[in-house]
């Protein structure tokens, strides 16, 4: 049985998975697809302190290598059903069950997509899932932003600057994603 299950390999997880080593509990983090979760398929993280500028992969393969260098043990399975009985967290997974006191859920996040030719393969380039992070290298451009209208606000008003020139395209859209769309990224040239 385990003092600790972590399901999620992300950030969060990661660096709960550090803190429960340093505690000496038996601790195992749980992941689906790939360590490092969403930021890892980021270019360039340019607002990471200690790192002036890491792409989100380097970023995430130092987070896991402190972390495994503590002895944290990763397994990929999928998280199918919890259940406790008595004081026992029951996890179901893919690749069988495991027992533990307590569960750290750390699952992250997941942009939705709009589903619009060439999202795909501009995302990175000109499509952005992160108005707050990558607004910055959209400064002087024309953008739109496809989300809730408080975003909108706050990306376009004079204190944030990052898009000052926001085209706001309404709240119609989903409510668990911000969209930051432009024409050209300086990246991309």
């Known amino acids: 049985m385990f003092d600790?299950?972590?399901i999620g390999g992300g950030p969060a997880g990661l660096t709960a998975g550090i803190y429960a080593q340093r505690?000496?509990?038996?601790?195992?983090?749980?992941?689906?697809?790939?360590?490092?979760?969403?930021?890892a398929v980021s270019d360039v993280i340019e607002n990471y302190p200690g790192f002036p500028s890491i792409s989100g992969a380097g970023l995430m393969e130092k987070f896991e290598e402190h972390a495994r260098g503590l002895g944290l043990e990763i397994r990929f399975a999928d998280v199918i059903n919890i259940t406790v009985e008595n004081e026992v967290k029951v996890i179901?997974?893919?690749?069988?069950e495991i027992r533990t006191k307590a569960i750290i859920i750390a699952t992250g996040a997941k942009p939705k997509r709009l589903g619009v030719p060439g999202e795909k393969e501009l995302t990175g380039k000109g499509v952005s899932?992160?108005?707050?992070?990558?607004?910055?290298?959209?400064?002087?451009?024309k953008v739109m932003v496809v989300g809730p209208d408080s975003i909108?606000?706050?990306?376009s008003s004079p204190a944030r600057k990052a898009t000052p020139s926001a085209i706001s395209a309404g709240s119609a859209v989903l409510p668990m994603g911000i969209w930051l769309l432009a024409a050209a990224h300086p990246a991309a040239s």
Do not use: W
Request: proline share 2%; glycine share 10%.
């Open 129 to 141: 899932y992160c108005a707050t992070c990558d607004g910055p290298f959209f400064r002087n451009l």
């Open 152 to 155: 909108h606000s706050r990306l």
């Open 4 to 6: 600790l299950v972590i």
């Open 92 to 96: 179901k997974t893919s690749e069988g």
């Open 23 to 39: 505690a000496r509990l038996k601790t195992v983090l749980l992941e689906k697809q790939m360590v490092g979760g969403q930021i």
